[in-house]
């Protein structure tokens, strides 16, 4: 029986990942790289922006300024504020769940209150707040999954976790958790599904409505 529902933040409750794949290019572009949404989305699922930039500055050769992230963290306050929606859906999903949910990411605690407060769910999250700011490691390492198994103080078996990336999903399975692959965002390219079965995902929801016949099934909505 599930006790606790775990929600990746960014891709899977609101759609802002489209929205800093379009912000960081814009960046990006200034410096010399071009490539398309499609294949940056791909490339770099779920991963901090520093090393999103290591990456590209090896691969590619692109040297980034010191106040890059400076830049880019004005760009993505501007832009999240005034274009951040909620995934369609997902709102009432979050809101009619009849067990606990928290939310585990790779951003801060500030971004995810402030991602919430922006889609008004901040009131209906009845759980916690797991980031990697509280751990040594980030997604795709397992170590936030294991902190929130820790602060709830529950098993794997009494958790489903739901989220969008491969980086996500292996971090939860590493945790040894059930993990439902979300495809619902903007930035979901085709094939996705398959890469995040690949991951070890268990269930795959395409979108909100899929994710709310799973939680049925499961009797928790």
């Not at 949404?37 to 090393?51: A, I, K, T, W």
């Amino acid at each position: 029986m599930l006790k606790h529902v775990l929600f990746d933040n960014d891709g899977t409750i609101v759609d802002s990942e489209i929205i800093a794949v379009r912000t960081s290019l814009s960046l990006l572009r200034t410096y010399g790289l071009h490539i398309s949404e499609q294949e940056y989305s791909r490339r770099f699922p779920g991963l901090l922006e520093r090393d999103i930039v290591a990456i590209i500055s090896k691969e590619y050769g692109i040297q980034v300024p010191d106040d890059y992230f400076d830049r880019l963290r004005a760009l993505h306050i501007v832009a999240f504020d005034t274009e951040l929606r909620a995934i369609a859906g997902m709102p009432t999903i979050f809101r009619k769940l009849k067990i606990p949910k928290s939310m585990v990411s790779n951003g801060s605690v500030r971004h995810v209150e402030r991602c919430l407060r922006r889609v008004r769910l901040r009131s209906t999250l009845d759980g916690h707040i797991f980031s990697a700011e509280h751990v040594e490691r980030p997604k795709p390492h397992p170590d936030v999954y294991h902190h929130a198994l820790e602060k709830l103080q529950l098993q794997p078996a009494d958790i489903l976790v739901v989220e969008d990336s491969p980086t996500g999903v292996v971090a939860a399975k590493q945790a040894g958790l059930r993990v439902v692959g979300f495809l619902g965002a903007a930035h979901i390219h085709d094939g996705h599904d398959e890469r995040l079965l690949e991951c070890g995902a268990d269930f795959i929801a395409a979108d909100a409505r899929g994710l709310g016949r799973l939680f049925e099934r499961f009797e928790v909505l």
